[in-house]
């Protein structure tokens, strides 16, 4: 079975600042992709980054940008400059064979102004 | 930009009652998820469709069923709503045939907030 987990329920991070989102996984394919999605309060969950996994290289997206460990199974979030708009709710998410998602339970993320 | 609408955006019913919430994407995806959302838990996948008339239980079916009889529509029914059923729910679609690997994201619709009374 695969299973994501997010051990970090809620963090904060002051304005300006960096912070990085720790999610971990487990499977036992060796190929496979990995998101990060946000869902800022009351609105829709949009797509962060993405990660696919015969790719060593990490994924980067403006601000955002991925720490992936293969062999540790780790796929961290870290986003610079933090920004009030990014204030919302962070899911890492894994996929493979089949389109089937597994989400974790989520960071709530609050940047202090 | 891909667009996925959920019928309601808040819903209230009551027990026992057969509750449907509709689900539409525009952009021509095979592949349709329905999750719950709850506080602490994340999202829980209840069923998704990779075709028309086809569907697959994902982790916590009990309770529910689906219907996809057009491409663009995944239905979900709770057929006898309880308490325990008040929750998030949110529709997905993403692209790609359901047999290799995808690096599709999934497209995702605002949310209904389903009460049980």
């Known amino acids: 079975a695969q299973t994501v987990t997010q051990s970090q329920p809620e963090m904060s991070v002051q304005e300006a600042e960096t912070v990085t989102l720790s999610c971990t996984y487990d499977?036992?394919?060796?190929?496979?992709?990995l998101f990060w999605y946000k869902q800022p309060p009351s609105r829709q969950m949009i797509l962060v980054i993405r990660?696919?996994?015969?790719?060593?290289q990490n994924a980067t997206e403006n601000r955002f940008s991925v720490n992936f460990q293969k062999a540790a199974k780790s796929f961290s979030l870290k986003i610079s400059d933090s920004q009030l708009g990014d204030t919302a709710m962070y899911f890492c998410a894994f996929t493979n064979t089949g389109n089937q998602f597994y989400f974790g339970t989520g960071t709530s993320l609050t940047v202090i102004p | 930009d891909v667009k996925v609408t959920q019928s309601s955006r808040y819903l209230v019913k009551r027990t026992g009652e057969k509750v449907f919430l509709e689900c539409v994407q525009d952009?021509?995806?095979?592949?349709m998820f329905w999750y719950r959302q709850d506080p602490g838990l994340g999202l829980r996948l209840i069923y998704f469709?990779?075709?028309?008339?086809?569907?697959e239980k994902g982790d916590i079916p009990e309770g529910y069923s689906v219907s996809r009889e057009k491409k663009e529509r995944f239905s979900l029914i709770l057929e006898s709503a309880s308490t325990n059923q008040t929750s998030m729910y949110l529709c997905?679609?993403?692209?790609?045939?359901?047999?290799?690997?995808?690096?599709?994201?999934?497209?995702f619709g605002d949310g209904t907030r389903l009460s049980i009374l």
């Open positions: 499977t036992s394919e060796s190929n496979y992709y």
């Open positions: 990660q696919e996994a015969y790719k060593q």
């Open positions: 997905a679609s993403s692209s790609g045939p359901r047999a290799l690997y995808s690096n599709q994201p999934q497209h």
């Open positions: 952009m021509d995806h095979e592949n």
């Open positions: 469709s990779y075709d028309v008339k086809m569907k």
